[in-house]
């Protein structure tokens, strides 16, 4: 019997819904393995949580970890990433609602819809037209830089608003099926590294959907806002620590950045006292991109998938890996 405990808030109904045989699944709602009872973790071989991650030799039987999330950097500098415990993200459950956020918000910088809802009367003609004439978004150009599942479906709906798409993704492929919901890949120029100046520089919309490592950490610093094309807008789905925040804000302040949509930040929430907040050119929304409609199915289907190949010895989806830090 392959036991798996589940520290999150699942209905009963989900819960019951994982049915694999040779399974059981349990329910402790924990934060913090200290908050998981001592002989229930001893006899856990699969873990579901966020962040009750497991000391080592607490968990003796523990062979997988199934994070709530896409990213896995909060493991980092844990007894489980130091482990040989497999440890899996739902990757891919979101692709589609967060890259319809970042079209939303591509779309509505270019029809000023910041400023027109901070309109407090019927302005005339001459300021309709000189201040809210739409910007062109056919033959724009958007930079993606992470350009996997995410990346590809951003850019597959920026096509067919007819955008130039340059996506930047590291070379060659990741070892281990990953799981998918997005369509078939969109053309386009798709460049490794070393091709970021060049596409910082072409690029009208800048979105960043890359995972936050070491490689990544501030890849966005000083001296990449330099190479940016002056003016253009950066939309972050991605994560906070990805960007050097003060950076950001110098070359938001000397138009370098003509404008900052941000859906993550270093620290979160975002403090009260953040410059951000009083920036006129930011909007900010509070990490609520990558939210998808019927969420608890998806992660099920995933999740009841990856225990069907534990039990048949075939090798997990999203299986994270620990070199490359995603």
Same mark, same amino acid.
């Given at each position: 019997?392959?036991n798996v405990?589940?520290?999150?808030?699942?209905?009963?109904?989900?819960l019951?819904?994982?049915? %694999?045989?040779? %399974?059981?699944?349990?329910k402790?709602l924990?934060?913090?393995?200290?908050?998981?009872?001592a #002989?229930? $973790?001893?006899?856990?071989?699969?873990?579901?949580?966020?962040?009750?991650?497991?000391?080592?030799?607490?968990?003796?039987?523990?062979?997988?970890v199934?994070?709530?999330?896409?990213g896995?950097?909060?493991?980092?500098?844990?007894?489980l @990433?130091?482990?040989?415990?497999?440890?899996?993200?739902?990757?891919? &459950?979101?692709?589609?609602?967060?890259?319809?956020? %970042?079209?939303?918000?591509?779309?509505?910088?270019?029809?000023?819809?910041?400023?027109?809802?901070?309109?407090d009367?019927?302005?005339?003609?001459?300021?309709?037209?000189?201040?809210?004439?739409?910007?062109?978004?056919?033959?724009?150009?958007?930079?993606?830089?992470?350009?996997?599942?995410?990346?590809?479906?951003?850019?597959?709906?920026?096509?067919?608003?007819?955008?130039?798409?340059?996506?930047?993704?590291?070379g060659?492929?990741?070892?281990?099926?990953?799981?998918?919901?997005?369509?078939? #890949?969109?053309?386009?120029? %798709?460049?490794?590294?070393?091709?970021?100046?060049?596409?910082?520089?072409?690029s009208?919309?800048?979105?960043?959907?890359v995972?936050?490592?070491d490689?990544?950490?501030?890849?966005?610093?000083?001296?990449a806002?330099?190479?940016?094309k002056? !003016?253009?807008?950066?939309?972050n789905g991605?994560?906070g620590?990805?960007?050097?925040?003060?950076?950001?804000?110098?070359?938001?302040?000397?138009?370098?950045? !003509?404008?900052?949509?941000?859906?993550?930040?270093?620290? #979160?929430?975002?403090?009260?006292?953040s410059?951000? @907040?009083?920036?006129?050119? &930011?909007?900010?929304?509070?990490?609520?991109a990558?939210?998808?409609?019927?969420?608890?199915?998806h992660?099920?289907?995933?999740?009841?998938?990856n $225990?069907?190949?534990?039990?048949e010895g075939?090798? $997990?989806?999203?299986?994270?890996?620990?070199?490359?830090?995603y």
């Amino acid at each position: 019997m392959i036991n798996v405990l589940v520290t999150l808030d699942f209905d009963d109904d989900w819960l019951a819904a994982v049915t %694999v045989p040779g %399974v059981r699944v349990r329910k402790h709602l924990a934060r913090a393995a200290d908050e998981i009872p001592a #002989e229930l $973790l001893a006899e856990t071989d699969v873990l579901y949580t966020n962040t009750a991650f497991p000391r080592h030799g607490a968990a003796p039987r523990l062979r997988w970890v199934q994070l709530d999330t896409s990213g896995c950097d909060h493991v980092k500098g844990t007894d489980l @990433w130091d482990s040989e415990v497999d440890v899996t993200t739902i990757g891919g &459950v979101s692709p589609k609602p967060l890259a319809e956020w %970042v079209l939303m918000m591509i779309l509505a910088h270019a029809h000023h819809l910041p400023h027109i809802i901070g309109l407090d009367h019927w302005p005339d003609l001459e300021y309709r037209w000189n201040r809210l004439m739409p910007r062109m978004i056919p033959g724009s150009t958007v930079g993606i830089v992470g350009y996997g599942r995410i990346g590809q479906e951003i850019g597959r709906l920026a096509h067919a608003f007819g955008m130039n798409v340059i996506g930047m993704r590291r070379g060659g492929t990741r070892a281990g099926e990953r799981f998918s919901e997005i369509a078939d #890949e969109t053309p386009a120029e %798709v460049v490794g590294p070393a091709g970021l100046p060049g596409l910082l520089a072409r690029s009208d919309y800048l979105v960043l959907t890359v995972p936050h490592t070491d490689e990544t950490h501030h890849l966005l610093d000083a001296e990449a806002f330099a190479q940016l094309k002056p !003016g253009a807008v950066v939309i972050n789905g991605a994560r906070g620590g990805v960007v050097d925040e003060d950076a950001l804000l110098a070359a938001l302040r000397s138009g370098q950045v !003509g404008y900052l949509i941000s859906d993550v930040f270093a620290e #979160e929430p975002l403090p009260e006292n953040s410059p951000f @907040w009083s920036e006129s050119n &930011v909007l900010i929304t509070p990490h609520v991109a990558g939210f998808a409609p019927g969420y608890h199915d998806h992660v099920r289907v995933l999740f009841t998938e990856n $225990l069907r190949r534990l039990v048949e010895g075939r090798p $997990l989806l999203n299986l994270v890996d620990r070199k490359a830090g995603y």
